[in-house]
């Protein structure tokens, strides 16, 4: 009996759930604000399995897992998002001594925000050490993956994650967010193809994004709200 462990994926199936193998600790955050800035704070626990289903048409029962609701909704979730690299999408700001690579994927988590600014004015003023370190922990807390910072020699500085799904909740905004996706987690496409390997990024789970299956905030305007009790008071 083999000892080696599936390497963690995401399978996006065709008009129903994401299936997690692998074993990738699941686990729900909660946005919180802190001064100008944002944290994680723990939510419930949740149950832990080599492998689950979590729910993206937003209709389930029983979120964050599927209940096969998706069925008699009719969700169609078909993908959307281009499967170019990060590099290819993104925009350069350049600053004093950081640029920052952003390629627009926005999920309305905000941690791009802190006590001494956000991430754009940070790198702009990044030869202050201080003000650089801020900016590499602004563009690095992104958890959508839209932002990385970058040395002037044009090196990508990128956190090393554990992998890790989180369920996302943001009570300061009323609703529920996405799912974050930490560290080495491959997401493969309903056809079978890889998505670019991202250390970081939001999948959707309110069914309502225009990029899916990335997540593109909709869950603001949308109002998407799912809970089970405790924090559903709270949003």
Request: aromatic content about 10%; cysteine-free; glycine content about 10%.
């Given at each position: 009996m083999s000892d080696c462990k599936a390497k963690p994926k995401i399978k996006i199936t065709d008009g129903g759930p994401y299936i997690v193998t692998g074993g990738?600790?699941?686990?729900?955050?909660?946005?919180?604000?802190?001064?100008?800035?944002?944290?994680?704070?723990?939510g419930e626990p949740l149950p832990q399995s080599e492998v689950y289903a979590l729910c993206r048409c937003g209709k389930s029962k029983n979120p964050p897992f599927c209940d096969g609701f998706h069925v008699k909704s009719g969700f169609k979730g078909t993908e959307t998002a281009e499967k170019n690299t990060f590099m290819e999408r993104a925009k350069v700001y350049e600053g004093a001594e950081l640029d920052l690579y952003d390629d627009g994927r926005c999920a309305f988590a905000r941690f791009c925000h802190r006590n001494t600014g956000n991430v754009w004015e940070l790198v702009r003023n990044s030869n202050n050490p201080f003000l650089k370190e801020e900016a590499i922990k602004a563009a690095s807390e992104c958890p959508a993956g839209r932002l990385i910072a970058a040395d002037k020699q044009g090196n990508l500085i990128e956190p090393e994650l554990e992998p890790e799904i989180i369920i996302v909740q943001d009570p300061d905004r009323g609703c529920s967010g996405g799912i974050y996706v930490k560290g080495d987690i491959e997401i493969e496409s309903a056809d079978g193809t890889l998505y670019e390997h991202r250390g970081r990024s939001v999948l959707c789970r309110c069914g309502q994004s225009d990029n899916t299956p990335f997540c593109d905030a909709s869950h603001v305007s949308y109002m998407f709200r799912v809970k089970k009790k405790g924090l559903l008071d709270l949003l």
């Open positions: 990738v600790k699941l686990s729900e955050k909660i946005i919180t604000p802190v001064g100008n800035g944002y944290a994680w704070t723990d």
